[in-house]
């Protein structure tokens, strides 16, 4: 392994991304709130990955306009409105059960019991997709939530490597978060930092300060929830297989830090350097997810593997000069939100198993 990275040590990168850059997810689709912010915040992420590799997650295409009620069923599924909405629930008979979850609501537990109607758990957020990406037959989907302290840097890492992620805001500026949006974008400006996204009220791309929820700051932000339906491992450029064209992306980028998944950095610090070698060079090849948890180190790669791929460094004649160079959230409720501007701010804290699938 340290003999690979000495044939790589001399690799440079392009600088990084000059702050104030400005930076949106173009083809993300904006769809518009079907019962509850959280199941339609997360149902844009899965429409979106629905377009980018994962096709069989809506029947159909992934556009609101022409495929809708396909979209619907998606994010609330007839089953579920008939199960759970309006609150309380119906009474479910042996005779007549609850339905199978089917749907991103089902799997977040939206509505539930004793969740008024739309309402949604800020840490079950990514069950949602999770769960709905593995029924819909791709096994390996992750996803994580954190508080705002580490959104930023996650936001821009996300938008950088082509991937929406969910916020949990403050949508009526009282100082507590109530609502579920999908960002899409970040603006970098030094001091006058935003970030951009579909607030599930219109189709229109909203930019609002990057901050954390206080009295009278608009849509300021308590958490991120990251939603990754299953990309592989190494696969920097997301084209569905690990190659020498990643290979290629992690050689400009070794052993430079401020970097993103779209570097070479799979492990989600910030540097790309030999643990991140050796998750490509482990999945080289693959066309389906590799078992690396992220943050875990790689096993150590094949030998024959691993000279291929210094080989290969080597010959794409990458070898420059180098450049000069938080905790879980508590479970908490986002309102129903059944008109623009009305989505109501559920001040309860509930506290669940700790991160147990629903």
């Given at each position: 392994m340290r003999s690979v990275v000495s044939v790589l040590v001399c690799l440079a990168s392009a600088v990084a991304a000059a702050r104030g850059e400005v930076r949106v997810i173009a083809d993300a689709p904006s769809y518009i709130w079907y019962y509850g912010c959280g199941p339609t915040s997360v149902g844009m992420i899965v429409g979106y990955w629905d377009a980018h590799g994962f096709d069989g997650l809506i029947p159909g295409s992934n556009d609101w306009d022409?495929?809708?009620?396909?979209?619907?069923?998606?994010i609330a599924?007839?089953?579920?409105?008939?199960?759970?909405?309006p609150y309380p629930d119906r009474?479910?008979?042996p005779e007549d059960p609850y339905h199978a979850d089917d749907c991103v609501a089902d799997f977040m537990r939206?509505?539930?019991?004793?969740?008024?109607?739309?309402?949604s758990y800020e840490n079950l957020q990514y069950f949602g997709m999770t769960l709905y990406v593995e029924l819909r037959g791709y096994p390996n989907a992750t996803g994580s939530c954190m508080y705002f302290g580490g959104v930023w840097d996650t936001l821009v890492k996300q938008i950088d490597a082509g991937r929406p992620m969910e916020l949990y805001v403050d949508s009526n500026s009282d100082g507590s978060a109530d609502h579920f949006v999908a960002a899409i974008g970040y603006d970098a400006t030094p001091g006058d930092e935003?970030?951009?996204?579909?607030?599930?009220y219109d189709h229109q791309v909203h930019w609002y300060?990057?901050?954390?929820?206080?009295?009278?700051?608009?849509?300021?932000i308590r958490s991120g929830t990251i939603l990754d339906p299953g990309v592989i491992l190494g696969d920097a450029?997301?084209?569905?297989?690990?190659?020498?064209?990643?290979?290629?992306?992690?050689a400009t980028n070794y052993n430079q830090t401020g970097r993103a998944w779209a570097d070479g950095d799979f492990t989600w610090n910030g540097v790309v350097n030999y643990k991140d070698l050796g998750i490509l060079a482990t999945n080289y090849a693959s066309t389906t997810g590799g078992q690396i948890q992220l943050g875990q180190p790689p096993p150590l790669p094949e030998p024959g593997t691993m000279a291929l791929l210094a080989a290969g460094a080597v010959l794409l004649?990458?070898?420059?000069?180098?450049?000069?160079?938080?905790?879980?959230?508590a479970a908490r409720l986002a309102g129903p939100g059944h008109a623009r501007g009305t989505c109501l701010a559920w001040r309860a804290c509930i506290r669940l198993a700790p991160w147990r699938r629903p």
């Open positions: 022409t495929n809708q009620q396909a979209v619907k069923d998606m599924s007839p089953g579920h409105i008939r199960d759970y909405w009474e479910a008979t939206a509505s539930r019991g004793s969740l008024p109607s739309g309402a935003k970030y951009a996204c579909y607030n599930t300060p990057f901050a954390r929820t206080a009295s009278g700051q608009p849509y300021g450029d997301l084209d569905g297989t690990v190659s020498y064209l990643d290979l290629g992306i992690l004649g990458l070898c420059r000069q180098p450049s000069h160079a938080r905790g879980r959230p």
